[in-house]
Antibody
Framework: QVQLQESGPGLVKPSGTLSLTCAVS?????????WSWVRQPPGKGLEWIGE???????NYNPSLKSRVTISVDKSKNQFSLKLSSVTAADTAVYYC????????????WGQGTLVTVSS | SYELTQPPSVSVSPGQTARITCSGDALPKQYAYWYQQKPGQAPVLVIYKDSERPSGIPERFSGSSSGTTVTLTISGVQAEDEADYYCQSADSSGTYGVFGGGTKLTVL
């Protein structure tokens, strides 16, 4: 079955850019699915960040849109997240998941990776 | 922006029935989905399309919809069901999706 695994730096400096990758195994990223990023600040709820289709089509959370870029690398079967101009408020566990926020469910999810924004 | 409202907490004794609600204006038109999240773990889908249960999810988990409220029901609650539960749905146009704020289920 499809499995997802996030990777990337666990510490990012304020005003820097957060970069994460989600590797997809057990299935093709070019299947008829959307792929999403979701984050969860410590002790708080889930926040959808954005989604991408293998064609490159994207949708972003309006509250983050100006700082977010999601891209796909079909040759590596993975997709990536970049979040610029980060502050301490961006400290969170970042999850990747298969699914589309407005039209279907998220399943499966990656295990999540904690990214801390600190100098 | 669209919002889904969940109670912050629900408490039940083992063997009893837990009901967790999620309210939103567009729920009569849009499906809802439910996730269980245990500490330190990723969310797990427990209900999709209001009332469908994924394979591997115990039968004690069920979902229902009535007007602007959807409900996750856990019958015969077990200690292992203690977790945070989140609903997910979309606005009436299907343009924007959101998660509810989450409900902490405590098994007394």
């Amino acid at each position: 079955q499809v499995q997802l695994q996030e990777s990337g730096p666990g510490l990012v400096k304020p005003s820097g850019t957060l970069s994460l990758t989600c590797a997809v195994s057990g299935g093709s990223i070019s299947s008829s699915n959307w792929w999403s990023w979701v984050r969860q600040p410590p002790g708080k709820g889930l926040e959808w960040i954005g989604e991408i289709y293998h064609s490159g089509s994207t949708n972003y959370n309006p509250s983050l849109k100006s700082r977010v870029t999601i891209s796909v690398d079909k040759s590596k079967n993975q997709f990536s997240l970049k979040l610029s101009s980060v502050t301490a408020a961006d400290t969170a566990v970042y999850y990747c998941a298969r699914g589309r926020i407005a039209l279907n469910w998220f399943d499966p999810w990656g295990q999540g990776t904690l990214v801390t924004v600190s100098s | 922006s669209y919002e889904l409202t969940q109670p912050p907490s629900v408490s039940v004794s083992p063997g009893q029935t837990a009901r967790i609600t999620c309210s939103g204006d567009a729920l009569p038109k849009q499906y809802a989905y439910w996730y269980q999240q245990k500490p330190g773990q990723a969310p797990v889908l427990v209900i999709y399309k209001d009332s469908e249960r994924p394979s591997g999810i115990p039968e004690r988990f069920s979902g229902s919809s009535s007007g602007t409220t959807v409900t996750l029901t856990i019958s015969g609650v077990q200690a292992e069901d203690e977790a945070d539960y989140y609903c997910q749905s979309a606005d009436s146009s299907g343009t924007y999706g959101v998660f509810g704020g989450g409900t902490k289920l405590t098994v007394l």
